[in-house]
């Protein structure tokens, strides 16, 4: 049991929280994976309700959040994607929202990191792949191909360009995915070990002669942590700016 609790991987483990049976080949148990991002989905929404609950011409400490944190990604999404873009504004908000809320969630201790799960990273980034080729294609048609063979090139370089354009594309879900995936496993593994290393030293070596080294270690964990918060917000940020690039290259694939 005390291997289990410092392992540092023991955290990301998929359990079952509610057993459900299996419907067409469909496993519906509930585990701790659905568990929190359910309670991600209620957090936010309930949050932004109670914040925007009493809206007011003079915005109060609670709506002013709401809004600050409402104009910051609408001026990021406008900024990529220009106003033709906007009606996907509620997809980008969204998007963000939850990455930030799960990465932050998952830092507080009990807590499940859904983002340290490549399966939800890359179900987000499919997500966008295929509003992209939505987009591209309904408002294109082949046109949207253009992306991949931009004009006003030498037709020798097409040849090359292309398979590299196009392997390009497909990458994109992947490096979306893998990034978000990788930054949140590395940085929970690293709080883990050193938090399970402060309290190695200290039942190894006793308080008095484990202490000053479990201080150190606990003075980088507190500054790993944080790191993570910072990080949080910078994958958030990331996934929905590039998100944006993504759509806006559907929306305009010949630029």
């Given at each position: 049991m005390?291997?289990?609790?410092?392992?540092?991987?023991?955290q990301?483990?998929v359990?079952?929280?509610?057993?459900?049976p299996?419907?067409?080949?469909?496993d519906?148990?509930?585990?701790?994976?659905?568990?929190?991002?359910?309670?991600i989905v209620?957090?936010?929404?309930?949050?932004?309700s109670?914040?925007m609950g009493?809206?007011?011409?003079?915005?109060g400490?609670?709506?002013?959040?709401?809004e600050?944190?409402?104009?910051?990604?609408?001026?990021?999404?406008s900024?990529i994607?220009g106003?033709?873009?906007m009606?996907f504004?509620?997809?980008?908000?969204?998007?963000?929202?939850?990455i930030?809320?799960?990465?932050?969630?998952?830092?507080?201790?009990?807590?499940?990191?859904?983002?340290?799960?490549i399966?939800?990273?890359?179900a987000?980034?499919?997500?966008?792949?295929?509003?992209v080729l939505?987009?591209?294609f309904?408002?294109n048609?082949?046109?949207?191909?253009?992306?991949?063979?931009p004009?006003?090139?030498?037709?020798?370089?097409y040849p090359?360009?292309?398979?590299?354009?196009?392997v390009?594309?497909?990458s994109?879900?992947?490096?979306?995915?893998?990034?978000?995936?990788a930054?949140?496993?590395?940085g929970?593994?690293l709080l883990?070990?050193?938090?399970g290393?402060m309290?190695?030293?200290?039942?190894?070596?006793g308080?008095?002669?484990?202490g000053?080294?479990?201080l150190?270690?606990?003075?980088?964990?507190t500054a790993?942590t944080?790191?993570?918060?910072?990080?949080?917000?910078?994958?958030?940020?990331?996934?929905?700016?590039l998100?944006c690039i993504y759509?806006n290259?559907?929306?305009?694939p010949?630029?």
């Amino acid at each position: 049991m005390a291997m289990l609790e410092t392992d540092p991987m023991h955290q990301f483990e998929v359990q079952p929280i509610l057993p459900l049976p299996t419907v067409f080949g469909i496993d519906l148990t509930i585990t701790n994976t659905a568990t929190m991002m359910i309670i991600i989905v209620l957090l936010v929404a309930g949050g932004l309700s109670l914040l925007m609950g009493k809206r007011a011409l003079v915005p109060g400490r609670g709506q002013s959040i709401a809004e600050l944190l409402y104009e910051f990604v609408a001026d990021m999404a406008s900024s990529i994607m220009g106003k033709d873009g906007m009606k996907f504004f509620p997809y980008i908000f969204t998007l963000f929202i939850f990455i930030f809320a799960a990465n932050l969630l998952g830092l507080i201790p009990g807590m499940f990191t859904v983002t340290s799960h490549i399966i939800v990273t890359l179900a987000l980034a499919m997500t966008t792949i295929a509003i992209v080729l939505w987009v591209g294609f309904t408002k294109n048609g082949l046109g949207f191909l253009k992306l991949f063979a931009p004009s006003g090139l030498p037709w020798w370089m097409y040849p090359i360009l292309v398979p590299i354009e196009v392997v390009s594309f497909l990458s994109r879900p992947f490096s979306l995915a893998i990034r978000l995936f990788a930054n949140m496993l590395a940085g929970h593994i690293l709080l883990k070990l050193f938090g399970g290393f402060m309290i190695s030293l200290v039942a190894a070596l006793g308080f008095a002669a484990g202490g000053a080294l479990a201080l150190l270690a606990l003075g980088i964990t507190t500054a790993v942590t944080g790191l993570e918060f910072l990080v949080a917000f910078l994958q958030a940020y990331i996934f929905s700016v590039l998100s944006c690039i993504y759509i806006n290259d559907a929306l305009h694939p010949s630029h």
